[in-house]
């Protein structure tokens, strides 16, 4: 094996082998390199795009519990409305009402569409009309923009948006999938608008669980999960592509990732619903998984914008 590469998250060098571990989907091992300075784990080799076939979809490939299928149908029938809410509740608590004008809404990586036919439902945010953009690729891509009439882009066709054409971006569970995060990081904080909010959920692997179980994580399945990130690598990549971080502190997210897993157990999820309608358990959650340790981040308004001049 040659050297490991510089760092994917905030170019350093003090790059190392982590370890090593057996794919759970794919038989081969891959290793976990780590970022001495952020340390941003990456993974090797990667597994390309080619494995978010449909089956993948189903939750019949690396990770058993997506489903977009249903999601697609109806994401009621799922938990992720949980986790709606919140990045709802944070985006408007975050931006100044002017009903006038138009919200403009970005969800990157916006998978079967549940957070979009979400927003759409609501049809406006902090008063405001709301303006959908997704983005992805695949069937379900194709699906939303043909049968449900969403304006989605793919990649060439986002990168020529122009600068701040946004209000708010979502990056849900995006990240950790992609091998190289900092280009798209520098198209999403070219494509905000100064003062507009990037909403980013990703695994944290600073968190207590994470510390105690290493590569053994659930959450380091390195098929798919090949950057991985802690808060203050993710601090570091907002401030590579001139975004501040923002804290946040979420509930329905933390409850949506514990009844995720349970989506084959309809007994014991029944249960932790129950468990989860008292906030000190959700609070023990979040803290066991540092979900809410991991910031969003603004565009900072005014002359001092560190926004990169070549996004590409
Ligand atoms: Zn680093």
């Known amino acids: 094996m040659s050297a490991p590469p510089a760092c994917r998250c905030c170019g350093g060098t003090a790059v190392t082998l982590r370890g090593r571990k057996q794919g759970a989907f794919l038989p081969r091992e891959f290793e976990f390199h780590v970022c001495g300075d952020c340390g941003f784990m990456s993974v090797e080799p990667f597994s390309g795009f080619a494995i978010y076939d449909d089956a993948y979809y189903r939750g019949a490939g690396p990770d058993p519990y997506v489903d977009y299928e249903t999601e697609y149908r109806d994401w009621r029938r799922t938990d992720r409305g949980l986790e709606f809410e919140d990045l709802f509740s944070l985006a408007e608590s975050h931006l100044s009402p002017s009903p006038s004008l138009p919200l403009r809404l970005l969800d990157f990586g916006c998978g079967a569409g549940g957070f979009l036919k979400f927003l759409r439902e609501r049809g406006t945010l902090g008063g405001r009309p709301l303006e959908l953009t997704g983005h992805d690729i695949g069937s379900y891509a194709e699906m939303l923009k043909t049968r449900d009439g969403f304006r989605i882009l793919d990649l060439d066709a986002l990168a020529l948006e122009p ?11 995006v990240i950790e999938h992609l091998p190289s995060p900092l280009e798209p990081m520098r198209l ?14 990703t695994g944290n692997l600073d968190s207590p669980v994470a510390r105690r179980e290493g590569l053994g994580y659930r959450y380091c399945a390195p098929e798919i999960h090949v950057s991985l990130f802690n808060p203050r690598a993710l601090s570091r990549l907002y401030a590579r592509v001139g975004l501040v971080p923002h804290a946040v502190r979420y509930h329905g997210a933390v409850k949506f990732k514990v009844l995720k897993t349970l989506r084959h157990r309809p007994a014991l999820r029944a249960l932790a619903r129950l468990a989860l309608s008292f906030p000190p358990v959700v609070r023990f959650i979040d803290a066991r998984y540092g979900v809410s340790a991991m910031p969003c981040a603004i565009k900072p308004q005014g002359p001092n914008l560190q926004t990169p001049k070549n996004p590409q």
């Open 188 to 201: 999403v904080a070219r494509l905000l608008k100064p003062g507009g909010l990037l909403l980013l959920t």
């Open 163 to 173: 600068a701040a054409s946004f209000d708010v971006i979502s990056l849900i569970e």
